[in-house]
């Protein structure tokens, strides 16, 4: 069973939750829940970035020490995730002592091999990025445009520039690294500007301190995003004879969002380069959501709030909407009115509509019992069509394309039961009616990953729970006659 290793960024703690982490949580979820239910010994990890000055001013405004304000949202990340089905194999927060303990491994490793030496740190400090900002860059942060605050301060500095040259030289070989393809350019830019040595330590004092063996100031601690990229390693045990590091390394797919491409695709290869570890399979960083065509902030009022979605129409139904609305890797705007519109066409009408129409039949003509087989036939042809292609376009990271197949088998479906028409009695309507639930059957797997309790519903309502639920279940002919099929309530009440 070949592993299948994923991450997401661990998310800043000096806030709420919001739909943009949801976004890349969700995805990485469902990319879990595929290759889980392809028999890959998936291991997924996310969790949260705790330290730094943003947390730690954000602690100050709220009167609370850095250290409840990170306990508190932490907190609220991993409550939103049980609420919104996400089910990590790991939630890392790095504070744990394990965590810092590796960061402090690497320091010195990294000074022992002249990659981390000291010096002074002169120049342009963005607090919202956390990101230092390069001599050429002047004072307005290349990720967020904010005016910056020029600091000096004695750091150490990381051996950037020694690396230049070998990630170019392993991007060109390995492209399919850089996903999606129009990351590349973006990243090949970054890479044909001369790399200077990046500070990576900082005057803040809510931080993991140096390694006693190079406190020579004690008020030094290591560079929030040295920390924070380090999680992908100590959240697999980096370091521990008897962990999980061996099996599990290296990633095979690590999601972000586009803001933080430089931190991903240069300095975290470097550092991987630098401890002489294999890199990640693929690091892709998806687009941006927008709300009201704006970029989402406290200030504009325009946050969408995950909890509000899910209470008004399901966790099932936002989950869709976030991976079926727009390719993977482009950026969409985040509004009620796409929201209800796509939820009506593909959840109400035609997926929801479905499950409704054969059921009631199976019911009202079969006396609740699922009829003999016949001859699969076309419906069976285009399902099993469809099933490569589900999964061609899963490994490809492309939700969109994966549920828009998935929607060409709902509508082949409805249409087969339009032309088949089996409520007239002068009709066969066994082998017909089989032949829909044996495909409700296949789609509720298929479409597990999405919608897992949407899924759980349709198995339930086909009195299906006992058959597979993996890969061994995706064969055509499973449904055995006779199985109960419930009532139950409309899986997607159509909005008026
Ligand atoms: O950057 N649209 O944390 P963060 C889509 N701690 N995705 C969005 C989004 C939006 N509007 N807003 C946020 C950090 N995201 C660091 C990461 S990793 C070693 C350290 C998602 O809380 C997206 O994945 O600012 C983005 O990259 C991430 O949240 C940033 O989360």
Not at 220 to 249: C, H, M, P
């Amino acid at each position: 069973m070949s592993k299948y290793y994923l991450t997401t960024p661990i998310y800043y703690v000096n806030a709420q939750p919001h739909i943009g982490h949801v976004y890349t949580t969700v995805a990485a979820d469902a990319l879990a829940r595929w290759f889980r239910l392809q028999g890959r010994e998936v291991f997924f990890l996310t969790g949260t970035d705790e330290h730094g000055s943003k947390i730690e001013n954000a602690a100050r405004e709220a009167g609370i020490s850095p250290g409840e304000m990170a306990d508190r949202m932490s907190k609220n990340f991993r409550d939103l995730w049980v609420a919104m089905e996400i089910k990590p194999d790991r939630f890392i927060r790095t504070t744990e002592p394990e965590h810092q303990r590796v960061v402090q491994r690497v320091f010195l490793e990294l000074s022992a091999r002249g990659d981390i030496y000291p010096g002074v740190y002169e120049g342009y400090y963005c607090f919202a990025c956390e990101a230092f900002l390069t001599p050429s860059q002047g004072s307005l942060c290349p990720d967020c445009g904010r005016e910056t605050e020029k600091i000096s301060e004695p750091t150490y500095f990381f051996r950037l520039s020694r690396y230049q040259e070998p990630i170019r030289a392993y991007f060109q070989a390995h492209p399919e690294m850089i996903q999606p393809e129009r990351a590349r350019e973006e990243v090949s830019n970054l890479l044909n500007q001369p790399l200077p040595d990046v500070s990576c330590t900082r005057r803040c004092a809510w931080g993991i301190p140096l390694p006693a063996e190079m406190a020579a100031d004690p008020e030094l601690t290591i560079y929030v995003w040295f920390d924070a990229l380090l999680n992908y390693l100590s959240g697999v045990d980096y370091g521990q004879e008897d962990g999980r590091f061996k099996k599990t390394w290296p990633p095979d797919i690590q999601l972000l969002g586009k803001d933080i491409i430089r931190f991903h695709y240069i300095i975290w290869p470097a550092l991987l380069l630098a401890l002489g570890l294999p890199l990640p399979e693929k690091l892709f960083a998806h687009g941006w959501w927008l709300s009201g065509g704006e970029k989402m902030s406290k200030s504009r009022g325009n946050v969408v709030e995950p909890m509000e979605f899910a209470r008004t129409y399901g966790v099932d139904a936002l989950r869709y909407f976030l991976l079926a609305e727009v390719p993977f890797g482009l950026d969409g705007d985040f509004n009620e009115a796409a929201f209800r519109k796509r939820y009506n066409s593909d959840l109400a009408n035609d997926l929801g509509n479905l499950v409704h129409r054969f059921a009631h039949l199976i019911r009202t003509r079969h006396q609740g019992r699922v009829p003999e087989a016949g001859d699969g036939g076309r419906l069976a042809e285009k399902v099993l069509a469809a099933l490569p292609q589900l999964d061609e376009r899963m490994a490809a990271v492309d939700f969109f394309g994966f549920l828009e197949t998935a929607r060409t088998v709902v509508t082949a479906a409805n249409h087969y039961l339009d032309e088949t028409a089996p409520w007239r009695p002068e009709n066969n309507s066994g082998p017909v009616l089989y032949n829909l639930a044996e495909t409700a059957r296949l789609l509720s797997l298929c479409l597990e990953p999405v919608m897992p309790r949407t899924s759980g519903l349709i198995r339930s309502r086909l009195g299906l729970e006992k058959l597979p639920a993996d890969s061994n279940g995706l064969r055509w002919g499973l449904t055995p006659a006779g199985a109960a099929v419930g009532e139950g309530a409309p899986l997607f009440p159509r909005l008026k």
